[in-house]
């Protein structure tokens, strides 16, 4: 993979991404106790917001939440860019403007509630506001969640899912249910990292500890079944991740101050409808947040395209599959929301309420929500080979997966074939290994099969050529034995290298895993036949060693220039109209 070459990439997230939360918190703002820590800049106040922000200021408090307390702040890593400082933020705040919606959250001292940047009620005072990188610092710090702008309900902060390093792997892994289901051990284990090395880390990153972020997540999910579902209350606290009733309604009260059935009063006076007429019974329907600018066709079509029979189903507006989760089995169905822009609604059947976290949190990866668009529409927009593309269809999304497992299978077995004939392959090793969803919900009848039924296969078990069946069964036994593990959390320098070793596995495959399974928003193919294709459309060389050189340019996005290159309508006589990447062969280098 060639994120390791040159000397020109830093591992740990694209260069910009340095930690530039000031950490002075020394209060200069004249004229009372202000908790407002200017960054020293001298902009004006009608400067121009840059964005996306860069930075993000830093706050810690010397308050005990949950057993954390803040110890030591990291020293500030270098950046190439001008960081966002807090001036910035507050005018960003002032004007409203929802770009920043989950880059960071802005808090009043006066009223004690803590807010979206983009929230509709009146700008407090410079010197009566406060930033937090996370909901979770800001609850720490003592605020409470604003009910007019509900400002958890923001897509994530993109910065988690591009951040390469520990802070990265442990904010995906968090927000995946981790804490919840295992514990702070448990996360520190799947990290290969000490519990005090990580509570410091993220409070001197992200404003909070593990459990504090863990509980901000459990409040929120808390919060969406209050106003979602008709869901008891206890049923609730267990789905949500809570231990007792009692910590459920503590948290609740503390967060949104007002007792969970008031939240549930309250939405119900406002709700119009609850997901329309395609909800299932005891389905739960949720809005999954997304910044614009969006495609939503073309993350359809691309997994409609290579939607697997009997486990999913899609066409350019919406999108169904089987998730396996750790709980039990789902069906989720996905659809742009017709009435509220900035959102896709969702429809999730689960076995098992608590692995509503982990569903959404894998929707979310899978059609790449917490994305930032505008940045990457900054970064290609002006880009000699992709400009016109970006410029004609900005907000292109790098679809990613909710299985990484089943993701690196299904790259494995579509190398040197066709998507439609990856997709038949990956039909029938479903259809004929895959275990049998208890009730079928439509076409959806079977979940993908996991790593240890497909390791204790034999090769001619498998509809392909027998070096690449033995390929998919040496990859499943490493991801059956926990050696090579494709999940949020992954180190993904470190799992590429493991992939390579395998034989059968080159590095076309290694790099759609980081893609795909790994959320690698710098991921590139240079070897892959619609690469090529796309630069020859262009009147550029298309052989691989030009696509790398060309490619360099546009990190740390590569993952996004792919989009845009594989959404090239390559002209072959046919239907050139169709942007959908669909009957373009994938191989291996
Ligand atoms: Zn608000």
Redesign the pocket.
């Known amino acids: 993979m060639p994120a390791g070459g040159a000397g020109t990439v830093r591992l740990d997230g694209p260069p910009h991404f340095g930690q530039l939360w000031q950490t002075t918190a020394v209060d200069t703002w004249p004229g009372g106790p202000a908790p407002l820590f200017w960054s020293g800049s001298t902009r004006g106040l009608d400067a121009h917001v840059r964005f996306p922000p860069d930075g993000r200021a830093r706050h810690l408090t010397d308050s005990k939440v949950m057993g954390e307390t803040a110890t030591s702040l990291e020293p500030t890593r270098a950046t190439n860019s001008a960081p966002l400082d807090d001036e910035a933020r507050y005018l960003a705040v002032r004007s409203r403007d929802a770009r920043f919606d989950g880059w960071f959250f802005v808090a009043v001292t006066s009223t004690g ?1 803590y ?2 940047p983009s ?1 509709p ?1 009146p700008p407090a005072r410079p010197f009566r506001v406060r930033f937090f990188p996370t909901a979770a610092a800001a609850q720490r710090a003592g605020f409470r969640a ?1 009910k ?2 509900v ?1 958890d309900a923001t897509p994530g902060s993109p910065e988690w899912d591009r951040r390469a390093d520990l802070v990265g792997r442990a904010m995906r892994l968090i927000a995946d249910g981790v804490v919840d289901r295992d514990g702070v051990p448990g996360l520190a284990r799947r990290l290969g990292y000490s519990e005090r090395h990580l509570n410091r880390l993220l409070l001197a990153e992200v404003g909070a500890g593990p459990l504090a972020l863990a509980r901000a997540q459990r409040a929120q999910t808390a919060r969406v079944l209050l106003e979602t579902t008709e869901l008891r209350a206890a049923e609730i606290a267990f789905a949500a991740g809570f231990s007792s009733v009692r910590q459920f309604n503590e948290t609740v009260q503390e967060v949104f101050a007002q007792a969970p059935m008031a939240l549930r009063a309250r939405s119900n006076a406002k709700r119009d409808t609850r997901g329309g007429s395609w909800a299932v019974p005891g389905s739960i329907v949720l809005r999954l947040a997304y910044r614009l600018p969006f495609q939503p066709a073309h993350v359809f079509g691309f997994l409609a395209a290579r939607a697997i029979p009997g486990v999913e189903e899609g066409d350019l507006e919406h999108y169904r599959r089987t998730l396996c989760l750790p709980h039990g089995s789902a069906v989720a169905e996905l659809r742009v929301h017709t009435r509220a822009e900035g959102y896709l609604q969702c429809v999730l059947c689960l076995d098992d309420v608590r692995d509503l976290t982990a569903a959404v949190r894998r929707l979310r990866r899978l059609f790449d929500l917490d994305a930032d668009p505008v940045a990457v529409t900054e970064a290609l927009g002006a880009d000699a080979v992709l400009g016109p593309a970006v410029t004609a269809m900005p907000g292109l999304r790098t679809p990613g997966h909710v299985d990484g497992d089943e993701l690196a299978f299904r790259a494995v077995l579509g190398q040197q074939v066709s998507v439609a004939g990856a997709r038949t392959v990956a039909g029938r090793i479903a259809a004929e290994h895959g275990r049998k969803l208890p009730d079928a919900s439509g076409s959806l009848t079977r979940l993908f099969p996991g790593a240890a039924v497909i390791a204790a296969l034999a090769p001619d078990e498998l509809p392909m050529p027998a070096g690449r069946a033995r390929a998919v069964i040496r990859l499943a036994s490493l991801l059956a034995s926990g050696d090579v593990v494709l999940d949020a959390g992954a180190d993904r320098d470190a799992v590429a290298e493991r992939l390579l070793a395998i034989d059968g596995i080159g590095p076309w495959t290694v790099a759609y895993i980081r893609l795909r399974a790994l959320g690698d928003p710098d991921a590139f193919l240079p070897s892959d036949l619609g690469v090529r294709r796309a630069l020859e459309a262009r009147g550029l060389p298309g052989d691989p060693r030009s696509a790398v050189s060309l490619a360099e340019k546009w990190r740390p996005w590569r993952s996004y220039a792919l989009q845009y290159l594989w959404a090239t309508p390559v002209s072959s006589g046919r239907d050139t109209t169709d942007r959908r990447p669909t009957a373009r062969k994938e191989q291996v280098a």
């Open positions: 509630i807010c979206r929230c009620s604003c007019r702008c400002p």
